[in-house]
């Protein structure tokens, strides 16, 4: 253009136009940028197979023990009653404490008892001179009737009389033992050794004595050491226990003192031993169990009568089995399973059929080969048909794995 009005607008429009190609060529760039940015540089490692550690079965002799729950009762117990009635004058024991044969433990008042046999002794006296007159007076009929100065009646009344006389005597002796023996009776004794219970009368209370049939109750006294412990046997186990004593597999508890354990409350081992000394001879028909009694040593007076503990019996003949630790043992809704590493370190699932405990470990009776390896630890890092990274475990309690012992 000519004019100077041209010339302006037409650097005004290269002004204006001039700066776009540059900001598209900018915001392509970017996009480019964005786009490379989103695509992976490079596929992500897989994770490693997870650890677990393992350990085969222990192969060992074990034998079943059956768990029954058993109430503790004393193998004596006796009711401490006055023979003799009377007032308390002392209580000669400490409540609870262990008190022995003959040892003393009431003192009922002895003073009228003491008159009855001083009564008593006199009266033996008069029969005793009564015998005497009795025998002078038949020693003189006897004399008197060879010269025929008295007559045979007499003789024979003479001799009567002096059995009345000896008769007389000894109802006086018995009188006076009787009377002796009410004196010792207000002494109140002891029966057998082991605890007693507390003093139900106290000094200056009149007790009555057995003579009327309705002696007072003293105290109690019950013996420790060694005590019973009652438990109900299960019909089940009962038939068990007879198949295997007519196999020769188990000797009966009717002829055998089998040995028992017991587990008091709280206890997890066994703590004291005992053996099998009584079976009933019927089934309660109510329960269906068999009242069965076990005798326990008790040296250290821990059990008290009335007390609960878990009794073990021994239920089985010795036997090979696998063991493992319980805690290698998991549940699928009705079933137990343990888990078990292949050969190419795939974890399988296990179905097993358990048996009891024994020294910590689990018997296992079906499912499983002394040379499975079996997840101990890491099982909720396992998942079956997955590779695992398996260790070995150190020797579980009882021997090491696979041993026989």
Not at 1 to 20: A, I, L, N, Y
Not at 42 to 66: C, E, I, L, M, Y
Not at 242 to 247: A, D, G, N, R, V
Not at 313 to 330: C, F, H, K, Q, R
Request: aromatic share 6%; hydrophobic share 40%; proline share 7%.
């Amino acid at each position: 253009m000519s004019g100077p009005d041209g010339s302006e607008q037409f650097v005004k429009t290269h002004d204006f136009v001039s700066p776009r190609p540059r900001a598209i060529v900018g915001l392509l760039a970017a996009a480019f940028a964005v786009a490379g940015c989103g695509q992976p540089a490079s596929q992500a490692a897989a994770p490693p197979p997870p650890a677990v550690t393992v350990a085969q079965p222990v192969k060992r002799t074990v034998t079943d023990w059956d768990e029954f729950t058993g109430r503790f009762e004393a193998m004596e117990e006796v009711q401490v009653r006055p023979r003799v009635g009377g007032f308390v004058n002392s209580v000669e024991f400490q409540d609870g404490a262990i008190v022995h044969q003959g040892d003393l433990l009431y003192v009922i008042d002895p003073r009228p008892f003491e008159a009855v046999a001083e009564q008593a002794d006199g009266q033996l006296s008069d029969a005793r001179a009564r015998v005497e007159l009795a025998k002078r007076e038949l020693d003189r009929g006897l004399n008197l009737v060879q010269t025929s100065a008295v007559s045979e009646q007499v003789v024979d009344q003479r001799r009567q009389a002096l059995q009345a006389a000896h008769a007389a005597e000894v109802q006086a002796e018995g009188a006076l033992k009787a009377a002796k023996l009410n004196i010792e009776f207000t002494h109140v004794t002891a029966p057998l050794t082991g605890r007693v219970s507390r003093h139900l009368v106290s000094p200056g209370n009149l007790v009555q004595g057995s003579d009327n049939g309705t002696s007072t109750l003293l105290t109690s006294i019950v013996t420790l050491d060694p005590i019973y412990v009652y438990f109900d046997m299960d019909e089940a186990t009962f038939i068990k226990y007879s198949k295997l004593w007519f196999e020769g597999r188990r000797p009966s508890s009717r002829d055998t003192a089998n040995p028992v354990q017991i587990m008091l409350a709280g206890e997890t081992k066994p703590s004291h031993e005992g053996t099998i000394n009584f079976l009933d001879n019927r089934l309660d028909v109510s329960t269906g169990t068999l009242r069965s009694r076990a005798v326990i040593k008790n040296t250290d007076l821990s059990i008290l009568p009335g007390q609960f503990g878990r009794v073990r019996l021994i239920g089985s003949a010795p036997y090979e089995a696998l063991l493992i630790p319980d805690i290698a043992v998991a549940t699928d809704q009705s079933r137990k399973i343990v888990f078990v590493v292949k050969p190419d370190d795939t974890v399988e699932a296990r179905p097993v059929v358990l048996g009891p405990l024994d020294d910590g470990l689990r018997v296992i009776r079906e499912g499983l080969k002394a040379e499975d390896r079996v997840i101990v630890n890491g099982i909720q890092r396992a998942r079956v048909g997955a590779k695992v990274a398996p260790a070995p475990a150190q020797a579980p309690a009882g021997g090491k794995p696979g041993d026989k012992s």
